[in-house]
Nanobody, 120 residues
Framework: QVQLVESGGGLVQAGGSLRLSCAAS????????MGWYRQAPGKQRELVAS???????TYADSVKGRFTISRDNAKNTVYLQMNSLKSEDTAVYYC??????????????WGQGTQVTVSS
């Protein structure tokens, strides 16, 4: 099982920046994907950005050009640099780890979430 610890959330004014970090520990498969999801009050959880261990990235249209996801495979850590923040970015941000084990079973782990609040 993989444990995820997130950090970096907080309160920021519109137009500002924040950087989220998510450190993974435990039984980590070298080929994996890590990503950030968010959930605003009354809304479904949605993908913000993801990155594979090979460096392939995916972004939600709403954050393209403003957010950048990156990772340090040696540290099993993924980062989300958020710039030009808007009030609609306010949500709880969750880190997710995905991999397939030797028996082709899908493995998923979620972090506890970190609050990002953007004031207008």
């Amino acid at each position: 099982q993989v444990q995820l610890v997130e950090s970096g959330g907080g309160l920021v004014q519109a137009g500002g920046s924040l950087r989220l970090s998510c450190a993974a520990s435990g039984r980590i498969f070298s080929m994996n994907s890590m990503g950030w999801y968010r959930q605003a009050p009354g809304k479904q959880r949605e993908l913000v950005a993801s990155i594979t261990s090979g460096g392939t990235t995916t972004y939600a249209d709403s954050v393209k050009g403003r957010f950048t996801i990156s990772r340090d495979n040696a540290k099993n850590t993924v980062y989300l640099q958020m710039n030009s923040l808007k009030s609609e970015d306010t949500a709880v941000y969750y880190c997710k780890y995905e991999a397939t084990d030797y028996y082709y079973r899908n493995l998923n782990s979620w972090g506890q979430g970190t609050q990002v609040t953007v004031s207008s």
